[in-house]
Protein backbone atom coordinates (compact mmCIF):
# COMPACT_ATOMS: atom_id res chain seq x y z
CA UNK A 1 0.00 0.00 0.00
CA UNK A 2 0.80 3.63 -0.37
CA UNK A 3 3.65 5.24 1.59
CA UNK A 4 1.59 8.30 2.57
CA UNK A 5 2.30 10.87 4.97
CA UNK A 6 0.74 10.26 8.40
CA UNK A 7 -1.81 13.29 8.08
CA UNK A 8 -2.95 12.14 5.04
CA UNK A 9 -3.73 8.50 5.98
CA UNK A 10 -5.07 9.57 8.67
CA UNK A 11 -7.71 11.89 6.81
CA UNK A 12 -8.53 9.09 4.37
CA UNK A 13 -8.97 6.17 7.18
CA UNK A 14 -11.20 8.73 9.49
CA UNK A 15 -13.43 9.33 6.66
CA UNK A 16 -13.92 6.17 5.29
CA UNK A 17 -14.85 4.97 9.19
CA UNK A 18 -17.37 7.20 8.63
CA UNK A 19 -18.62 5.44 5.41
CA UNK A 20 -18.02 8.79 3.81
CA UNK A 21 -17.30 9.28 -0.11
CA UNK A 22 -15.32 12.05 -0.63
CA UNK A 23 -17.82 13.83 -2.08
CA UNK A 24 -19.75 13.73 1.13
CA UNK A 25 -16.65 14.38 2.96
CA UNK A 26 -16.64 17.64 1.30
CA UNK A 27 -20.08 18.18 2.45
CA UNK A 28 -19.43 17.89 5.61
CA UNK A 29 -16.11 20.21 5.60
CA UNK A 30 -19.08 23.12 4.25
CA UNK A 31 -20.99 21.73 6.95
CA UNK A 32 -18.43 22.50 9.71
CA UNK A 33 -17.96 26.45 8.40
CA UNK A 34 -19.32 29.18 10.07
CA UNK A 35 -21.97 31.05 7.66
CA UNK A 36 -18.37 33.63 6.52
CA UNK A 37 -16.26 31.06 6.26
CA UNK A 38 -18.76 29.02 3.92
CA UNK A 39 -19.32 31.88 1.21
CA UNK A 40 -15.38 31.86 1.00
CA UNK A 41 -15.32 27.75 -0.14
CA UNK A 42 -15.30 26.58 -3.79
CA UNK A 43 -17.60 24.35 -5.54
CA UNK A 44 -18.27 21.18 -3.91
CA UNK A 45 -16.41 19.37 -7.33
CA UNK A 46 -13.17 21.46 -6.54
CA UNK A 47 -13.83 20.77 -2.94
CA UNK A 48 -13.75 17.11 -3.75
CA UNK A 49 -10.97 17.22 -6.08
CA UNK A 50 -8.74 19.34 -2.73
CA UNK A 51 -9.87 16.11 -0.96
CA UNK A 52 -8.59 13.35 -3.16
CA UNK A 53 -5.11 15.78 -3.40
CA UNK A 54 -5.29 15.66 0.51
CA UNK A 55 -5.52 12.06 1.13
CA UNK A 56 -3.32 11.33 -1.91
CA UNK A 57 -0.18 12.92 0.27
CA UNK A 58 0.10 15.70 -2.35
CA UNK A 59 -0.06 18.95 -0.44
CA UNK A 60 -1.04 19.59 3.15
CA UNK A 61 -4.45 21.21 3.66
CA UNK A 62 -4.61 24.83 4.87
CA UNK A 63 -6.50 27.10 6.91
CA UNK A 64 -9.27 26.98 7.32
CA UNK A 65 -9.33 22.90 6.43
CA UNK A 66 -7.90 21.88 9.35
CA UNK A 67 -10.25 23.37 11.70
CA UNK A 68 -13.43 22.26 9.48
CA UNK A 69 -11.63 18.98 9.50
CA UNK A 70 -11.60 18.27 12.94
CA UNK A 71 -14.94 19.71 13.61
CA UNK A 72 -16.28 17.07 11.29
CA UNK A 73 -14.31 14.32 12.74
CA UNK A 74 -14.65 15.74 16.51
CA UNK A 75 -11.02 14.72 16.37
CA UNK A 76 -8.50 17.50 17.98
CA UNK A 77 -6.08 19.67 15.49
CA UNK A 78 -2.55 18.37 17.40
CA UNK A 79 -3.92 14.77 16.77
CA UNK A 80 -5.03 14.93 13.34
CA UNK A 81 -2.58 16.93 11.95
CA UNK A 82 0.68 15.67 14.16
CA UNK A 83 2.87 17.21 11.30
CA UNK A 84 4.61 16.16 7.93
CA UNK A 85 6.64 13.03 9.13
CA UNK A 86 7.44 9.99 7.92
CA UNK A 87 5.34 7.01 8.48
CA UNK A 88 5.10 4.95 11.97
CA UNK A 89 7.32 2.34 11.66
CA UNK A 90 5.67 -1.07 10.75
CA UNK A 91 4.96 -3.26 13.79
CA UNK A 92 6.67 -6.06 13.83
CA UNK A 93 4.47 -8.39 15.34
CA UNK A 94 2.67 -11.91 14.11
CA UNK A 95 -1.11 -10.38 14.04
CA UNK A 96 0.05 -7.14 12.20
CA UNK A 97 2.06 -10.01 9.47
CA UNK A 98 -1.38 -11.43 8.83
CA UNK A 99 -3.61 -8.67 8.68
CA UNK A 100 -1.32 -7.23 5.85
CA UNK A 101 -1.67 -11.22 4.38
CA UNK A 102 -4.80 -10.68 4.77
CA UNK A 103 -5.17 -7.07 3.02
CA UNK A 104 -2.88 -8.02 0.26
CA UNK A 105 -4.59 -11.74 -0.69
CA UNK A 106 -7.83 -8.53 -0.93
CA UNK A 107 -6.50 -6.54 -3.57
CA UNK A 108 -5.14 -9.03 -5.56
CA UNK A 109 -8.89 -10.17 -5.44
CA UNK A 110 -9.90 -7.07 -6.43
CA UNK A 111 -7.55 -7.03 -9.22
CA UNK A 112 -8.40 -10.18 -11.27
CA UNK A 113 -11.75 -9.61 -10.75
CA UNK A 114 -13.64 -8.46 -13.72
CA UNK A 115 -15.27 -5.23 -12.15
CA UNK A 116 -13.07 -2.67 -9.35
CA UNK A 117 -14.77 -4.69 -6.71
CA UNK A 118 -16.20 -7.75 -8.38
CA UNK A 119 -18.04 -11.22 -6.19
CA UNK A 120 -14.85 -12.68 -5.09
CA UNK A 121 -13.53 -9.27 -3.27
CA UNK A 122 -16.78 -9.32 -1.81
CA UNK A 123 -16.64 -12.95 -0.88
CA UNK A 124 -13.58 -13.00 0.75
CA UNK A 125 -14.41 -9.55 2.93
CA UNK A 126 -17.73 -11.90 4.19
CA UNK A 127 -15.41 -14.99 4.99
CA UNK A 128 -12.80 -11.83 7.11
CA UNK A 129 -16.14 -10.71 8.76
CA UNK A 130 -17.03 -14.26 9.95
CA UNK A 131 -13.49 -15.56 10.87
CA UNK A 132 -13.29 -12.05 12.92
CA UNK A 133 -16.21 -12.80 14.59
CA UNK A 134 -15.19 -16.01 15.13
CA UNK A 135 -12.25 -14.68 16.40
CA UNK A 136 -14.09 -12.74 19.28
CA UNK A 137 -14.58 -14.93 22.34
CA UNK A 138 -11.09 -15.88 22.34
CA UNK A 139 -8.67 -13.06 21.36
CA UNK A 140 -8.24 -9.81 23.32
CA UNK A 141 -10.01 -6.78 22.16
CA UNK A 142 -7.40 -4.47 22.02
CA UNK A 143 -5.60 -6.81 19.82
CA UNK A 144 -8.51 -7.83 17.43
CA UNK A 145 -9.37 -4.10 17.14
CA UNK A 146 -6.20 -3.34 15.05
CA UNK A 147 -7.23 -6.27 12.39
CA UNK A 148 -10.86 -4.87 12.41
CA UNK A 149 -10.29 -1.45 11.78
CA UNK A 150 -7.81 -2.62 8.70
CA UNK A 151 -10.52 -4.33 6.99
CA UNK A 152 -13.33 -1.47 7.69
CA UNK A 153 -10.49 0.64 6.04
CA UNK A 154 -10.13 -1.32 3.26
CA UNK A 155 -13.44 -1.89 2.25
CA UNK A 156 -14.71 1.25 2.86
CA UNK A 157 -12.00 2.46 0.20
CA UNK A 158 -13.74 0.76 -2.51
CA UNK A 159 -16.96 2.93 -2.02
CA UNK A 160 -15.16 4.90 -4.80
CA UNK A 161 -14.86 1.92 -6.96
CA UNK A 162 -16.87 0.86 -9.26
CA UNK A 163 -19.38 -1.50 -8.66
CA UNK A 164 -23.13 -2.80 -9.08
CA UNK A 165 -26.32 -1.66 -7.10
CA UNK A 166 -25.92 -5.18 -5.34
CA UNK A 167 -21.92 -5.02 -5.24
CA UNK A 168 -22.64 -1.62 -3.30
CA UNK A 169 -24.98 -3.07 -1.02
CA UNK A 170 -22.91 -6.36 -0.22
CA UNK A 171 -19.49 -3.52 0.89
CA UNK A 172 -22.11 -1.29 3.06
CA UNK A 173 -23.22 -4.84 4.96
CA UNK A 174 -20.27 -5.44 5.25
CA UNK A 175 -18.75 -2.27 6.97
CA UNK A 176 -21.85 -2.58 9.26
CA UNK A 177 -20.43 -5.76 10.60
CA UNK A 178 -17.21 -4.63 10.63
CA UNK A 179 -18.43 -1.35 12.90
CA UNK A 180 -20.23 -3.26 14.93
CA UNK A 181 -17.62 -5.60 15.84
CA UNK A 182 -15.14 -2.93 16.56
CA UNK A 183 -17.93 -1.27 18.41
CA UNK A 184 -18.59 -4.06 20.70
CA UNK A 185 -14.74 -4.14 21.21
CA UNK A 186 -14.52 -0.66 22.26
CA UNK A 187 -17.31 -1.54 24.84
CA UNK A 188 -15.52 -4.22 26.08
CA UNK A 189 -12.46 -1.62 26.40
CA UNK A 190 -14.75 0.67 28.13
CA UNK A 191 -13.65 3.06 25.65
CA UNK A 192 -17.41 4.97 25.17
CA UNK A 193 -16.95 7.43 22.97
CA UNK A 194 -15.21 5.71 20.21
CA UNK A 195 -17.76 2.57 20.73
CA UNK A 196 -20.96 5.02 19.99
CA UNK A 197 -19.49 6.21 17.03
CA UNK A 198 -18.87 3.06 15.49
CA UNK A 199 -22.28 1.33 16.80
CA UNK A 200 -24.05 4.70 14.99
CA UNK A 201 -22.01 4.06 12.00
CA UNK A 202 -23.53 0.87 11.84
CA UNK A 203 -27.16 1.32 12.36
CA UNK A 204 -27.02 3.75 10.04
CA UNK A 205 -25.82 0.61 7.35
CA UNK A 206 -27.98 -1.49 8.86
CA UNK A 207 -30.91 0.99 7.61
CA UNK A 208 -29.33 2.21 4.83
CA UNK A 209 -29.33 -1.34 3.16
CA UNK A 210 -32.23 -2.29 5.24
CA UNK A 211 -30.92 -5.26 6.53
CA UNK A 212 -32.72 -5.81 9.71
CA UNK A 213 -30.63 -8.30 11.70
CA UNK A 214 -27.93 -6.46 11.44
CA UNK A 215 -29.95 -3.45 12.57
CA UNK A 216 -31.14 -5.48 15.70
CA UNK A 217 -27.95 -6.84 16.88
CA UNK A 218 -27.00 -2.77 17.23
CA UNK A 219 -29.65 -2.60 19.46
CA UNK A 220 -28.53 -5.25 20.95
CA UNK A 221 -25.35 -4.21 21.49
CA UNK A 222 -26.37 -1.11 22.47
CA UNK A 223 -28.58 -2.60 25.80
CA UNK A 224 -25.86 -4.54 26.67
CA UNK A 225 -23.15 -1.69 27.02
CA UNK A 226 -26.61 0.48 29.00
CA UNK A 227 -25.71 -3.03 31.60
CA UNK A 228 -22.61 -2.48 32.46
CA UNK A 229 -23.68 0.91 33.18
CA UNK A 230 -25.90 -0.30 35.13
CA UNK A 231 -28.90 1.57 33.14
CA UNK A 232 -31.24 -1.14 32.89
CA UNK A 233 -34.84 0.06 31.71
CA UNK A 234 -33.03 1.64 29.16
CA UNK A 235 -31.32 -2.07 28.46
CA UNK A 236 -34.60 -2.97 28.56
CA UNK A 237 -36.14 -0.87 26.11
CA UNK A 238 -33.01 -1.40 23.44
CA UNK A 239 -33.56 -5.34 24.12
CA UNK A 240 -37.76 -5.23 23.23
CA UNK A 241 -36.53 -2.75 20.45
CA UNK A 242 -34.28 -5.12 18.85
CA UNK A 243 -36.59 -8.18 19.11
CA UNK A 244 -39.90 -6.11 17.33
CA UNK A 245 -36.92 -5.69 13.97
CA UNK A 246 -35.25 -9.17 14.06
CA UNK A 247 -36.61 -12.02 11.74
CA UNK A 248 -38.24 -14.23 14.21
CA UNK A 249 -35.96 -16.94 15.48
CA UNK A 250 -33.08 -15.11 14.04
CA UNK A 251 -29.76 -15.30 16.19
CA UNK A 252 -30.63 -11.12 16.93
CA UNK A 253 -33.84 -12.31 17.77
CA UNK A 254 -32.96 -14.83 20.81
CA UNK A 255 -29.68 -13.34 21.52
CA UNK A 256 -31.95 -10.01 22.49
CA UNK A 257 -34.51 -12.00 24.40
CA UNK A 258 -31.76 -13.69 26.54
CA UNK A 259 -30.88 -9.87 26.99
CA UNK A 260 -34.49 -8.64 28.40
CA UNK A 261 -34.36 -11.96 30.95
CA UNK A 262 -30.78 -10.72 31.81
CA UNK A 263 -31.82 -7.38 32.58
CA UNK A 264 -34.72 -8.44 34.42
CA UNK A 265 -32.58 -10.53 36.46
CA UNK A 266 -30.87 -7.43 37.70
CA UNK A 267 -33.86 -5.64 38.36
CA UNK A 268 -34.90 -8.02 40.59
CA UNK A 269 -38.44 -9.28 38.62
CA UNK A 270 -37.96 -12.88 38.97
CA UNK A 271 -41.48 -13.79 37.12
CA UNK A 272 -40.27 -11.40 33.93
CA UNK A 273 -36.71 -12.74 33.89
CA UNK A 274 -38.16 -16.69 34.17
CA UNK A 275 -40.79 -15.84 31.25
CA UNK A 276 -37.52 -14.81 28.98
CA UNK A 277 -35.56 -17.54 29.84
CA UNK A 278 -38.68 -19.60 28.78
CA UNK A 279 -38.95 -17.96 25.68
CA UNK A 280 -35.10 -18.55 24.72
CA UNK A 281 -35.46 -22.17 25.48
CA UNK A 282 -38.33 -22.79 23.16
CA UNK A 283 -36.51 -20.42 20.61
CA UNK A 284 -33.25 -22.31 20.98
CA UNK A 285 -34.35 -26.05 21.05
CA UNK A 286 -34.72 -26.76 17.77
CA UNK A 287 -31.52 -25.34 16.67
CA UNK A 288 -28.72 -27.78 15.77
CA UNK A 289 -25.47 -26.42 16.36
CA UNK A 290 -23.74 -24.43 14.12
CA UNK A 291 -20.77 -25.61 12.28
CA UNK A 292 -18.84 -22.18 13.64
CA UNK A 293 -20.12 -21.81 17.63
CA UNK A 294 -17.53 -19.28 18.60
CA UNK A 295 -19.24 -16.88 15.89
CA UNK A 296 -20.05 -14.10 17.99
CA UNK A 297 -22.99 -13.36 15.95
CA UNK A 298 -24.66 -16.90 15.53
CA UNK A 299 -26.55 -18.44 18.68
CA UNK A 300 -25.75 -21.50 19.95
CA UNK A 301 -27.45 -23.67 22.80
CA UNK A 302 -24.14 -23.47 24.73
CA UNK A 303 -24.30 -19.85 24.68
CA UNK A 304 -28.01 -20.04 25.91
CA UNK A 305 -26.86 -22.41 28.87
CA UNK A 306 -23.85 -19.50 29.26
CA UNK A 307 -26.59 -17.18 29.48
CA UNK A 308 -28.63 -18.93 31.68
CA UNK A 309 -25.93 -19.64 34.24
CA UNK A 310 -26.03 -15.91 34.29
CA UNK A 311 -28.98 -14.93 34.19
CA UNK A 312 -30.11 -17.40 37.45
CA UNK A 313 -27.25 -16.09 39.07
CA UNK A 314 -28.23 -12.40 39.00
CA UNK A 315 -31.77 -13.82 39.99
CA UNK A 316 -30.46 -15.13 43.14
CA UNK A 317 -31.83 -18.53 42.33
CA UNK A 318 -30.17 -21.61 43.89
CA UNK A 319 -30.12 -23.83 40.22
CA UNK A 320 -27.54 -21.21 38.94
CA UNK A 321 -24.87 -23.09 40.84
CA UNK A 322 -25.43 -26.19 38.87
CA UNK A 323 -25.93 -24.07 35.79
CA UNK A 324 -23.07 -22.73 36.19
CA UNK A 325 -20.60 -25.68 37.15
CA UNK A 326 -21.95 -27.44 34.10
CA UNK A 327 -20.94 -24.53 31.62
CA UNK A 328 -17.91 -23.92 33.08
CA UNK A 329 -16.95 -27.67 32.89
CA UNK A 330 -18.10 -28.04 29.32
CA UNK A 331 -15.85 -24.92 28.68
CA UNK A 332 -12.73 -26.24 29.97
CA UNK A 333 -13.10 -29.20 28.25
CA UNK A 334 -14.01 -27.88 25.20
CA UNK A 335 -16.61 -30.44 24.11
CA UNK A 336 -18.88 -27.82 22.48
CA UNK A 337 -16.01 -27.14 20.12
CA UNK A 338 -12.97 -24.97 20.79
CA UNK A 339 -11.99 -23.45 23.68
CA UNK A 340 -13.84 -20.16 24.88
CA UNK A 341 -11.55 -18.84 27.55
CA UNK A 342 -13.15 -15.82 27.86
CA UNK A 343 -16.44 -17.68 28.21
CA UNK A 344 -15.02 -19.68 31.15
CA UNK A 345 -14.12 -16.81 32.94
CA UNK A 346 -17.67 -15.59 32.88
CA UNK A 347 -18.66 -18.58 33.73
CA UNK A 348 -16.83 -18.80 37.06
CA UNK A 349 -17.71 -15.62 38.02
CA UNK A 350 -21.23 -16.19 37.59
CA UNK A 351 -20.68 -19.87 39.87
CA UNK A 352 -18.66 -17.68 42.56
CA UNK A 353 -21.69 -15.20 43.12
CA UNK A 354 -24.09 -18.36 42.86
CA UNK A 355 -21.60 -19.98 45.81
CA UNK A 356 -21.86 -16.51 47.58
CA UNK A 357 -25.39 -16.80 47.48
CA UNK A 358 -25.36 -20.42 49.01
CA UNK A 359 -23.38 -19.73 51.42
CA UNK A 360 -19.81 -21.04 50.08
CA UNK A 361 -17.72 -18.40 50.34
CA UNK A 362 -14.03 -19.93 50.27
CA UNK A 363 -14.79 -21.71 46.87
CA UNK A 364 -16.01 -18.28 45.54
CA UNK A 365 -13.11 -16.63 46.55
CA UNK A 366 -11.06 -19.14 44.77
CA UNK A 367 -12.85 -19.15 41.69
CA UNK A 368 -13.00 -15.22 41.44
CA UNK A 369 -8.93 -14.76 41.91
CA UNK A 370 -8.61 -17.32 39.46
CA UNK A 371 -10.89 -14.60 37.14
CA UNK A 372 -9.26 -11.75 38.13
CA UNK A 373 -5.95 -12.74 37.35
CA UNK A 374 -6.25 -14.67 34.12
CA UNK A 375 -5.78 -11.79 31.83
CA UNK A 376 -8.47 -12.75 30.41
CA UNK A 377 -11.19 -10.71 31.99
CA UNK A 378 -11.98 -7.77 29.85
CA UNK A 379 -12.87 -4.09 31.30
CA UNK A 380 -16.55 -4.71 30.20
CA UNK A 381 -16.80 -7.34 33.11
CA UNK A 382 -15.02 -5.75 35.82
CA UNK A 383 -18.32 -4.86 37.48
CA UNK A 384 -19.30 -8.69 37.73
CA UNK A 385 -15.59 -9.70 39.97
CA UNK A 386 -16.20 -6.99 41.93
CA UNK A 387 -19.92 -7.70 43.04
CA UNK A 388 -18.51 -10.78 44.56
CA UNK A 389 -15.67 -9.08 46.31
CA UNK A 390 -17.77 -6.55 47.43
CA UNK A 391 -20.01 -9.44 49.37
CA UNK A 392 -17.00 -11.18 50.66
CA UNK A 393 -15.32 -7.94 51.87
CA UNK A 394 -18.60 -7.31 53.65
CA UNK A 395 -18.59 -10.72 56.18
CA UNK A 396 -14.90 -9.77 56.25
CA UNK A 397 -13.11 -12.71 55.09
CA UNK A 398 -9.85 -13.46 55.07
CA UNK A 399 -9.75 -13.94 51.71
CA UNK A 400 -10.66 -10.37 51.09
CA UNK A 401 -7.57 -8.71 51.10
CA UNK A 402 -5.58 -10.60 48.73
CA UNK A 403 -8.74 -10.10 46.25
CA UNK A 404 -9.19 -6.24 46.77
CA UNK A 405 -5.27 -6.05 45.73
CA UNK A 406 -5.55 -8.27 42.58
CA UNK A 407 -8.93 -6.35 41.42
CA UNK A 408 -6.44 -3.40 42.15
CA UNK A 409 -3.92 -4.51 40.11
CA UNK A 410 -6.22 -5.84 37.35
CA UNK A 411 -7.93 -2.32 37.48
CA UNK A 412 -4.41 -0.13 37.15
CA UNK A 413 -3.84 1.07 34.19
Known amino acids: MENLPVWAARLRAERRDKCWTQREMARALADAADPHTRARLPT ?3 LTRMIKDWEAGKHRPKD ?5 YCRAFGIDEAELFPGDTANKAQRSDLSQSETDDEINALELAQCVAASDVGNETLERLELVVDDLATAYPSTPPDELLPRIRKHLTYAMSLLDAKKTLIEHRRLLVVGGWLSLLASTCNIDLRRFPAANAQLKSAAQL ?15 TEAWQAVTNGDYGRALTLSHGAQAIAPHGSSAYIQATAQEGRVWARMGA ?4 RDALNRVARLVSPLPMPDRPEHHYRYDPAKSDAYVATTLSWL ?9 RQVLARLETATDGSPRPRRAVSARIDLALALMAANQPDEAGQLVLTAVTSGLLVPSNYWRAKEVIRAIEVRHLPEAVELREAYRELCRP
Not at 64 to 68: D, N
Not at 215 to 220: F, K, Q, R, V, Y
Request: negative net charge; hydrophobic residues 35%; contains cysteine.
Open 44 to 46: RDS
Open 64 to 68: PYPVL
Open 206 to 220: AKHTEHPELAAWCLE
Open 270 to 273: AHET
Open 316 to 324: GDPAAEQYA
